[in-house]
């Protein structure tokens, strides 16, 4: 079983569509994290979420929307798409006091 | 704010040679460093980690790193290098309640 599993894989879409990116993990953790990859490859948190609450919001536009239903689930929204929100999204979770991220696979998000 | 930097974008290496992949920190109060790796379109992966403790941490796949608090460094190293080492590291540190990453050193390994 995939321990942090992102759906889909691969997502090409128009400029002003609203699109969603699902995230799971089965490993029982109670933070869960979205962070974005550029074309540079660098990678910057957006959001965290601790048992369903968020934590950080990284001064993300609010076209980004992170929605939490339960300890085991991170969805991000993104309304509006602009071509700036071309990236690799990740998500990741951390156990309590594990101090170790298990990454998704990723999403690559692709707004034409 | 915390804050770690990899001044090389990129390293070659042959097969068998050692290899060492740099990383520098700026942080107030004692440290928490980390290294993780990312093959090709793949999600970053734990490699090591240093808390406290010993100097020399090792982790997955024989990699290990030094933390040199004289230098704030924390480079990852390994004795012999594999073809398969071939890959994207990212050094990071832990500020509070969320990790942050170094821009990425693109490993090479030649035959």
């Known amino acids: 079983?995939?321990?942090?599993?992102?759906?889909p894989k691969y997502l090409v879409t128009q400029m002003g569509n609203d699109k969603s990116i699902k995230c799971e993990q089965n490993l029982g953790h109670d933070t869960m994290y979205w962070y974005k990859q550029d074309s540079k490859k660098f990678l910057k948190i957006m959001f965290s979420y601790n048992n369903k609450e968020l934590i950080i919001n990284e001064t993300v536009p609010n076209r980004f929307?992170?929605?939490?239903?339960?300890?085991a689930h991170?969805?991000?929204h993104i309304n509006s798409l602009e071509l700036g929100d071309s990236a690799v999204y990740f998500c990741a979770s951390e156990g309590r006091g594990n101090e170790k991220l298990f990454f998704g696979s990723g999403t690559q998000l692709s707004v034409l | 704010a915390q804050s770690v930097a990899q001044p090389e974008d990129q390293v070659n290496v042959a097969e068998g040679n050692p290899l060492t992949v740099k990383c520098?920190?700026?942080v107030s109060g004692n440290p928490y460093l980390f290294w993780y790796v990312q093959y090709p379109n793949r999600?970053?992966?734990?490699?090591?980690?240093?808390?406290?403790?010993?100097?020399?941490?090792?982790?997955?796949?024989?990699f290990e790193a030094e933390f040199n608090k004289s230098q704030t460094s924390f480079h990852l190293k390994k004795p012999s290098a594999l073809?398969?080492?071939?890959?994207?590291?990212?050094?990071a540190v832990r500020d509070t309640d969320k990790l942050i990453f170094g821009t990425g050193t693109r490993l090479q390994v030649f035959p």
Not at chain 1, 1 to 7: N, R
Not at chain 1, 65 to 71: G, H
Not at chain 2, 45 to 62: E, R
Request: contains cysteine.
């Open chain 1, 1 to 7: 079983d995939t321990a942090v599993s992102q759906t």
């Open chain 1, 65 to 71: 929307s992170p929605k939490s239903p339960d300890k």
């Open chain 1, 74 to 76: 991170l969805n991000l």
């Open chain 2, 24 to 26: 520098t920190y700026s």
């Open chain 2, 43 to 62: 999600g970053l992966q734990f490699l090591l980690k240093y808390i406290t403790g010993d100097n020399l941490v090792k982790g997955s796949y024989g």
């Open chain 2, 83 to 91: 073809v398969s080492d071939s890959a994207l590291y990212f050094c």
